[in-house]
């Protein structure tokens, strides 16, 4: 399995950065999708997430109204499009697959700077 994540780099505050996963070796429209981040010093946390259908999306109270989460199970990938960035969203952002009875999988991670 492997999950790889693409889209990360530095943007100036207030820009957007929309960040992909890409699926392999999985059944990907039968797993969870979550993109977590991880701030220098900090613990890993959730941003986004959404069901194997597309149909349910759930956010962490920092990043509503400014990111959105989507999928393409025809294409094995997931997405999160990051408007109004602040500085306070630089970090690592990790892919995450779950699905109920079978071990989760996590990507590689891929770095998001918000810096003027």
């Known amino acids: 399995v492997q999950l790889v994540e693409s889209g990360g780099g530095l943007v100036k505050p207030g820009g957007s950065l929309r960040l992909s996963c890409a699926a392999s070796g999985l059944t990907f429209s039968s797993y969870t999708m979550s993109w977590y981040r991880q701030a220098p010093g900090k613990e890993r946390k959730l941003v986004a997430r959404i069901n194997s259908a597309g149909a349910i999306t759930n956010y962490a109270d920092s990043v509503k109204g400014r990111f959105t989460i989507s999928r393409d199970n025809a294409k094995n990938t997931v997405y999160l499009q990051m408007n109004s960035l602040k500085p306070e969203d630089t970090a690592v952002y990790y892919c995450?697959?779950?699905?109920?009875?079978?071990?989760?999988?996590w990507g590689q991670g891929t770095q998001v700077t918000v810096s003027s």
């Open positions: 995450n697959a779950v699905r109920m009875a079978f071990s989760p999988y």
